[in-house]
């Protein structure tokens, strides 16, 4: 349905934004973990709220907007279906993973079991 086509439309617009304004990645960053694990896990499980260099996303669904954004991996996960834009590529840390989303009513999905236990929330089901 229109859900399914929008999730295809903006998997492709990732990609397309990867490819033109992506930089590599520094050398050893992300030391030990495959690419995908990579992108599947909230950047805030390892910087927590150090500052670190990576694309991130509003949400304007859960208010994370002005200096608020959730990193790729929420985008994809937490943040799938809902009033998304390109926020920046630069020193952030990810407001979800943090619990910034919907004014902590939100548990991100993509921090560690640590993590989230820290946070100690439940999840807000959002409708679509």
């Known amino acids: ?15 397309l934004l ?31 709220e150090d500052y670190a260099r990576q694309h991130w996303f509003h ?6 907007s002005f200096d608020k954004g959730c990193c790729e991996a929420c985008l994809l996960k937490c943040h799938r279906g809902h009033d998304v834009s390109y926020g920046r590529y630069s020193n952030f840390f990810c407001d979800c993973g943090a619990g910034a989303a919907c004014r902590g009513a939100f548990m991100c ?14 999840t807000l089901a959002l409708a679509s």
Do not use: I
Request: hydrophobic fraction near 25%.
């Open 59 to 64: 949400c304007y669904t859960c208010e994370l």
């Open 1 to 15: 349905g229109g859900e399914d086509a929008r999730a295809d439309d903006a998997h492709t617009s990732l990609a």
């Open 18 to 48: 990867h490819q033109l304004v992506r930089p590599p990645p520094p050398p050893n960053a992300f030391e030990g973990e495959g690419g995908d694990a990579r992108a599947e896990m909230c950047t805030y499980s390892r910087t927590g």
């Open 109 to 122: 999905e993509c921090t560690t079991g640590e993590g989230a236990d820290e946070m100690g929330r439940g």
